[in-house]
């Protein structure tokens, strides 16, 4: 049991994962206010606004920062960890989410003329770069409330 105390009382992982939670749930009630209807996808699934992996990793980096200081090399180290998060999040996953919505056009178009029994992609994969730095602020603002 001293493991699962002892990650219970990490300050640190215990801020991030806040962080993570409210991303999650701001998503949900924006997807009850934009579609009038509750989509509990949304709290687990990727994508949307605010993003809740730059929420987390710089809720992460925020935290450690404030414990171990803005010049330590673990900072160093959060701090690139994290930028690398938010530019994947805006960049790499938003063209595959971006690749996935133009296969499932070609897919309904191939599907509309003939019998294709084809899985749909998954489309919101990434994040704009405006929900990307929502998260981030929101992890930086929450790591702030909390230390």
Do not use: C
């Not at 994962?17 to 991303?23: G, P, T, Y």
């Amino acid at each position: 049991m001293g493991f699962f105390n002892e990650l219970i009382q990490n300050k640190v992982l215990m801020i991030a994962i806040i962080a993570w939670f409210v991303a999650q749930v701001i998503k949900v009630i924006l997807s009850i206010i934009k579609n009038k209807e509750i989509d509990f996808t949304r709290f687990v699934g990727s994508g949307g606004m605010p993003s809740s992996h730059s929420s987390f990793s710089m809720a992460l980096t925020t935290s450690i920062g404030k414990i171990y200081g803005w010049s330590s090399p673990l900072f160093a180290v959060s701090l690139s960890f994290s930028l690398i998060v938010m530019y994947d999040a805006a960049g790499v996953r938003r063209a595959a989410g971006k690749q996935a919505e133009i296969l499932n056009k070609i897919v309904h178009d191939i599907h509309s003329n003939k019998k294709i029994t084809e899985e749909r992609l998954i489309e919101l994969l990434g994040h704009t770069p405006i929900e990307v730095f929502v998260g981030a602020l929101l992890g930086i603002i929450i790591a702030n409330i909390f230390l």
